[in-house]
């Protein structure tokens, strides 16, 4: 009995044990309080990535055959991520209008390349599915520019639309360079149209003017304006 009444009633530790005890702990106390949490004990959830921003622009070109009426090819294009949507018109033909959806792809950092191949359709004055690509390459320097797009349904037998660019860049907000464009808009019999071109470019705004067929009697100007964001 006496024994169990000793373990229900410690006896009091002396006094230097108990200091000793004490500072132990503060010592342990402050080597633990400096570390940080690990995150995922700091918000109780995993961290998760942040979703792609949108990003794309609008660009209108105002054509300028001569001999011929003017008119507006207008293209809209929205990115983000992977994902590639595209909208033009009198693009095709006058009065055409055309939708896509494609799928970005990029690869490459001094040298890069980019690769949009794209399905849609064309509406208004010509009815078809359309398939193409778009794609740059870029270096230091300079940079090659690409779109092709082919519409089976196009009379007589299907027809292959492309606008290229080779450029020269002098300094970041200038291009120089040589264009071509193969398209049935005007048609003034020509199966490739070639020239040359110069190009502005601002944080979130361009402009450029291309001379098409210079040396002929069926020159095209073409000035364009683009925003971006």
């Not at 054509?63 to 095709?92: C, D």
């Not at 519409?151 to 020269?168: I, M």
Request: hydrophobic fraction near 45%.
């Amino acid at each position: 009995m006496q024994a169990g009444a000793r373990a229900a009633h410690p006896a009091a530790a002396p006094p230097a044990r108990a200091a000793r005890r004490a500072a132990r702990c503060l010592v342990l106390a402050a080597a633990i309080a400096p570390l940080p949490l690990p995150a995922a004990e700091d918000s109780g959830t995993p961290a998760t990535a942040a979703a792609p921003a949108w990003s794309g622009g609008i660009s209108a070109y105002l054509n300028l055959p001569r001999g011929n009426e003017a008119y507006v090819t207008g293209i809209a294009i929205a990115k983000r991520g992977a994902l590639h949507l595209e909208a033009r018109s009198n693009y095709e033909g006058m009065d055409a209008y055309s939708f896509f959806a494609g799928y970005n792809l990029g690869w490459g950092d001094a040298l890069r390349l980019d690769f949009t191949p794209i399905l849609g359709v064309v509406t208004g004055s010509t009815h078809s599915v359309v398939g193409g690509f778009e794609a740059t390459l870029t270096g230091r320097h300079a940079d090659a520019y690409i779109e092709f797009e082919y519409v089976p349904d196009a009379e007589p037998s299907g027809y292959a639309y492309a606008w290229s660019e080779l450029a020269w860049r002098p300094r970041d907000w200038l291009r120089l360079g040589l264009a071509a464009q193969r398209t049935r808009v005007p048609d003034n019999g020509r199966n490739l149209q070639r020239g040359v071109f110069a190009q502005v470019k601002g944080k979130h705004v361009a402009g450029a003017v291309y001379w098409f067929n210079p040396a002929a009697h069926d020159q095209i100007a073409v000035v364009s304006i683009g925003l971006s964001f």
